[in-house]
């Protein structure tokens, strides 16, 4: 793919799952998105494209993480109320679950506001 190309225009071009979880460039489709579990680099090691200048201060992550959060307390309200665990068997899910569902969640929003940002840039 040239650098010029989106990643739509691109035959197998993985979906913003895939590229979420992989973290790849919109540009060129390196692993390069991430330097950390929810953070953007500061731009692709692979074709140089400038992230964090896509990303202009990464609005809505507070709604994000607190849409996540409204659905993980109903979920867990709702299975306490259903199931009646102990409160370690609650711990020892709801912990690792809330975790994970928003590191996922910041690098799911993440990736489609980089993707959309870019196909927006591009001539």
């Not at 692993?31 to 992230?51: D, N, Y």
């Not at 607190?66 to 993980?72: C, G, P, Q, S």
Request: proline fraction near 7%.
């Amino acid at each position: 793919m040239t650098p010029d190309e989106s990643p739509s225009e691109q035959k197998g071009q993985p979906g913003l799952v895939s590229a979420a979880l992989s973290g790849l460039c919109p540009r060129c489709g390196a692993k390069t998105l991430f330097a950390a579990p929810a953070g953007l680099a500061e731009e692709c090691a692979h074709c140089g494209l400038e992230f964090r200048k896509l990303e202009r201060g990464g609005r809505f992550v507070g709604v994000v993480t607190m849409l996540l959060a409204l659905v993980l307390i109903l979920a867990a309200l709702g299975v306490d109320d259903w199931l009646r665990p102990p409160l370690w068997v609650s711990l020892l899910f709801w912990g690792p679950a809330t975790v994970a569902a928003v590191m996922f969640g910041l690098r799911f929003y993440k990736t489609m506001w980089i993707y959309h940002l870019y196909e927006e840039s591009q001539p």
